[in-house]
């Protein structure tokens, strides 16, 4: 034994004849104020693990929906990888593969069958929340209380029973709320500037071109906001629409052409009234 053996025993109470169970060597024990496992204890390692779940997954959707080349008769066409894949089991199906046949069936099926479900849940709660806000509403009334205002409000949720289909012809959440009154604001700033600019028309008849230009420029935005964020009274009557296409129509997307036949001037009338007010 090392004369270093001999002093960590003495300082220790131990000899040679000490080692054994639970016995280490001294030069093999613990020192004081030394840790054992000087890096530490792993942290958040659950939270490591789902980070590279996310990440695999993440990489997954990445592959599922990156875009790849096939040929569709004569031409070359593009499409998500997932597609393709989804194409070629139809084919494969639709040439008799028996197992391509089946496990097309059963996905159609399964999507098909998780989509009613989807549809039926907002079904039943869309009728829950109209039928609470209903009563609370004539609790309100009776009690000689103002209404609430809940955003959707149950006057903008539309329910078709026949169909079970369930619509939002307003706001449903207060993000979108905000963006709503944000375009009403935004129409009555537009019914404003209309109105200056025929008085202007009236003072200026040689800026008749220009003039017109905005009017039917504010005309145009108007339209379009009646027809996406109708106003309260507008979506709430009796004869509102709610199967409204999502598309523009054409008869928006058409402005005012910008080219003129008059002379242009230094600085088009109603403009700098515009960027004061509109901030632009």
């Not at 000087?38 to 590279?52: L, N, T």
């Not at 006057?155 to 959440?173: A, K, L, N, S, Y």
């Not at 964020?229 to 054409?250: I, N, V």
């Amino acid at each position: 034994m090392s004369e270093d053996d001999q002093r960590d025993n003495e300082k220790l109470g131990t000899d040679n004849h000490s080692v054994g169970y639970k016995r280490p060597p001294a030069q093999y024990r613990f020192q004081k104020g030394r840790s054992g496992n000087p890096s530490g204890r792993p942290r958040h390692r659950d939270k490591q693990v789902d980070a590279s779940l996310r990440d695999a997954q993440a990489l997954m959707l990445h592959e599922a929906y990156r875009l790849v080349s096939i040929r569709e008769g004569d031409r070359i066409i593009e499409m998500p990888a997932i597609q393709a894949v989804m194409r070629g089991l139809g084919i494969a199906a639709m040439k008799g593969n028996h197992r391509a046949q089946l496990a097309f069936k059963e996905m159609t099926e399964a999507i098909e069958a998780k989509q009613r479900a989807e549809k039926q849940a907002l079904f039943e709660a869309s009728v829950e929340y109209k039928r609470d806000w209903e009563a609370e509403f004539r609790k309100c009334d009776r009690n000689n209380l103002p209404r609430p205002n809940p955003v959707p409000h149950p006057d903008d949720v539309w329910i078709d029973p026949m169909r079970g289909e369930v619509r939002f012809i307003g706001p449903f959440d207060d993000i979108a709320k905000k963006k709503w009154d944000r375009m009403q604001d935004r129409k009555k700033e537009s019914l404003q500037e209309i109105d200056e600019l025929r008085k202007m028309l009236k003072r200026k008849p040689e800026f008749q071109t220009f003039i017109e230009q905005d009017i039917a420029h504010e005309q145009r935005l108007i339209q379009m906001i009646d027809y996406y964020m109708p106003d309260e009274a507008t979506r709430r009557s009796a004869f509102y629409d709610p199967h409204k296409p999502t598309k523009m129509p054409e008869r928006l997307k058409r402005l005012p052409s910008d080219k003129a036949t008059a002379p242009a001037p230094r600085s088009r009338p109603g403009a700098a009234r515009r960027q004061r007010t509109h901030g632009g």
